[in-house]
C-alpha cells in the first residue's frame, strides 16, 4: 500500500480514475477547479472544461445514460446554473454512476456568497456524501457511484473549501476495488428518459420511492457511524466540524455523520437517547439541526455555533465553552499585534492587461456593470472603476436592465452604462445577454476583456484559447464573429496598452446611440515570460513625485527614497520601479506627465 | 486547566504574501513530515491569494492529527517570508513559541490608496511580543547565492534546526523536488539557513 499526502480535489481525481470513471465534464471554480485539472492527466479518460456548469452536467448526464461512469464537478454557485438540468435528472436517472462533486465556499474565500448546497441534495432528493478528510474523499467517489448505480439517480459529493484544499495522508490501495460495471450502452426507454408531463408523472412517485430505499441505506452504511466515549455530551457532525469537534472534544460522543442526506434518523434517535446533552456542529445552515428538531428531539447548534463563515478549531472551543461544557480552559485570547491590520487585497497583477482599460473607464464617470474575473479586484483604490459584481454574465444583462429603466423612467442621469466582462465569462453567460441587448434594441456599451484564458481560477483553457482541457488543438471562436452574428455590428478590437486610443475609443462608445462591443485583446501574464529587456525605470532628474503612476495599482511601483526639495512643501517622494516584476506594459510611461518613466533597452 | 493534545501535536504556521514561495515551503515540510512517519495535515487557502495577498498556511504533524488548521495561540514556529505578514500572525504563536522572519518587507499598493500604512515598528513588536526571534536578510542571502528564489530552502534550513525531523528526509524532498540543475545549490541554501537556525 502506497502512502502520499493529497489534498481533497487530488483524491477525488484519483478515486475516480480508480473507479473506473471514464467521461468528466466541468466549468472551473474555486475550490473545485482542481478535480479535473488533476484527473484530465490519467490515461485513457475524456475530460473537458464546458462553457458553463449547465452544459457540463448535460454532457455529464449524456455520457451517463451510455452506462459510463461519469464525474461532474462544480463550486456552489455553479450548481445553480445547473440546478435545471439537475432537478428533472433527479426524475430520469441515468443507468451509469453519476457524481456530482459540489465544492461549496464557507467563508467566501473566493466567491461571491457562501450558500449551504446541502439543501440541492435533499432539495432534488438525491443521495449526498460528506468527506473530513482526503482519505474519504478518495473513498467516497466510489461509494457514489455504487449509490448511483443501485439507485438510478445522481449521487452528490459534497465537499468544502478546507476539504478541497487542505492535504492529509492518503493510503491508495487500487486492489480494494470493487469491478467497474461494464457499459451497456445507450438504450431507448422513453418513459425514463423523455420528460413530457404524462411520462414525468410516472417518474415522480419513482423519486419518492427511491427516497425511502435511501433512508434504509443511511441508517447501515459504514460511513455514518458512532464513536462511543463519555455519553455526558453526545455531537453530531459531518464534513471538516468533524476534524475541529475531534480536535477539541476528544471524550465525547459522535455520530459522525458521512452521508447527509438522507439523513440517519433512526441512528440519530438511538444517539441522542443515550447521551445527556445533544449537540450538532456543522458549518453554514442548519441543516442537520433542523431536520432533528422536526423529529421532536431537544437539541443544540446555532446558538452556539454561527451559521456565519466557516468554523474553525477556535470557534468550535468557543461554543463548547458557552455551553459550558468544555472540558479545560478557553486559551486567553490572543491580542493582535500592532500594526497587523495593513489591508493586502488581492490585486491585477503588473502588466496586467485589464489595468488599461479599467484605468480609462475609471476617467469616464459612468455607470460600470461588472462582472466576475480578475478585473473584479478592480473595485478598491486606486482602480474603484466597477460598480457591480452579481454573478457570471450578470454584467451585460443589467447594464440592459439599467439603461432601459433610466429611458423609461426618464431618470435625470446623464452618465453612459458600461458592461465589462472577461472571455470566459462571456461564453459562460454574456452571449445570451448580449443578444437580449440587440434583439430588444438596448443601449449599452459593452466591454469584452478578452486575455486569452480563464484567468480568476488559475489559467484555464477555454472556448476562445485553441486548446481543450487535455490541450489537444481545437478551433478558436472568434469573439467578434459571435458579436456580429448576434446583430451588432458596431464592434472592433481595441488596444488597452495605449490609453489615449483606448479612452478615445470609450468616448466614441459613448457618443455613439446604439449598443456596441469593444473587445480589448492582450494576454494574461500568465501566458507568457517577463521579457526583462521591456523593463521601464523612474528617471530621478524627472519625477516630481506626484503620484500619477501610483493609481494604476500596478504592484510593480513602490515609493522610494524622499525628494530633496528647498521650499518646504508637503514630503514628497520618488516612484521606485521593481525591475524584477515589471512587465514593461508602458502605462505607467503614458500617465506620467514629465517623461520621467522611461524605456531604457540594456 | 489546559488543552492537552496541544502539547502532542507540532504547529508550523507559514505566512507571506501571494508568489513568495509560502505554498512550495509548506508542501516540502509536510511531505518530511510525513516521511518520518508522522501523520500529516497541511492547510492553505489558495484563490484570491495568488495576485499578491496575503497567503498562509498550516502545517501540523504527530502520531494523529485531527484539525487541519492551527488554533490561535498554538503555533510552534512561525515561518514568514514578509516582515508586515509576521506581525498580522504573531497572536498564532503560543507563548514559546519562535519567529523565523525574512526581512523582506513588500508594501502594497493599497498603502499609497490610503488604505492604512505599513508598520515600520514591526522588528520592535516582533522582539517584544516573543522570544529569541530570528531575522534573516533572506532574500540578498538568496541573490549572493545565485537565485532569489533560494529564500523558500533557506527559511526551511533555519526551521529544520528547531523541528526534530530527520536531516536526511529534507535532504531528500528538497532534492526531489526541485530541478536537477538547482539541486546542489538547494542543498547549499538548506545548510545556510540550518547554521542560522
Ligand atoms: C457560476 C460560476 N461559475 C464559476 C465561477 C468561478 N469563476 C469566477 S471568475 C471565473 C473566470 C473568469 O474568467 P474570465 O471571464 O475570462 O475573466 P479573467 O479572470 O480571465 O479576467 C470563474 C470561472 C463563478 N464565480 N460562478
Ligand atoms: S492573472 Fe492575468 S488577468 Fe488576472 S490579474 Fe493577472 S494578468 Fe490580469
Ligand atoms: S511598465 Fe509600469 S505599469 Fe507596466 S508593469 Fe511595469 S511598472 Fe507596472
Redesign the pocket.
Known sequence: MKKQILSGNEAVALGAFQAGVKVASA????PSTEILQNFATYKDVYAEWAPN?KVALEVAIGSAMTGVRTLFTT?H??L??AADPLMTLAYTGIPGGLLIVCADDPGMHS??NEQDNRFYAKFAKIPMLEPSDSQEALEMVEEGLLLSEKYDCPTMLRMTTRVCHSKSIVQIDAGNQAAVPVAEGFKRDLKKFVMIPAFAKLRHPLVLEREEKLEHVTETTAVNRIEWNDKKIGIITCGIAYQYVKEIMPDASILKLGMTFPLPKKKIKEFADKVERLFVVEELEPYIEDEIRIMGLAVEGKIFFPKLDELSPDIVATGFAKAGVLPYDLPPVQEKAPGGSMPRPPLLCAGCP?RGLLYSLNKMKAIVHG?????TLSVLPPLQSIDTTL??GASISMAHGTAKAMAIAGLEDKRPVFAA??????F?SGITSLMDVIYNKGNVNVLI?D?R?????GGQQ?PGTGRTLQMEETYAVDILEIVRALGCKRVREIDPFDLEGTIAALKEEVAYDGPSVLVTKRP?VQLFRRDPQAVRTVDSDGCLGCKRCLKLGCPSISQGDIIPDDADKKERRYSNIDATTCYGCALCEQVCTSNAIVYVPQ | MTRENNKKTVNVLVVGTGGQGVITASEILSDVAMRSGFDAKKSEIHGMSQRGGVVTSHVRYSENVASPIIMEGEADILLSFELSETVRWLHFLRPSGRVITSLQKIIPPAVYAGMGSYPEEAQTVIKQRTTDPIFVDALPMAEKLGNPRLVNTILLGIASAMLDLPVDEWKAVIAERVPANFKELNLVAFDKGRDIG
Open positions: 466549468y472551473p471554480g474555486t456548469e463550486k454557485v455553479g445553480n446554473v466567491s461571491q485589464h462582472d466576475i474575473g480578475c478585473s454573478c457570471m466582462i472577461g472571455d470566459s465569462t462571456f459562460h476583456m486575455n484564458i480563464t484567468a480568476m481560477t477555454n494574461c
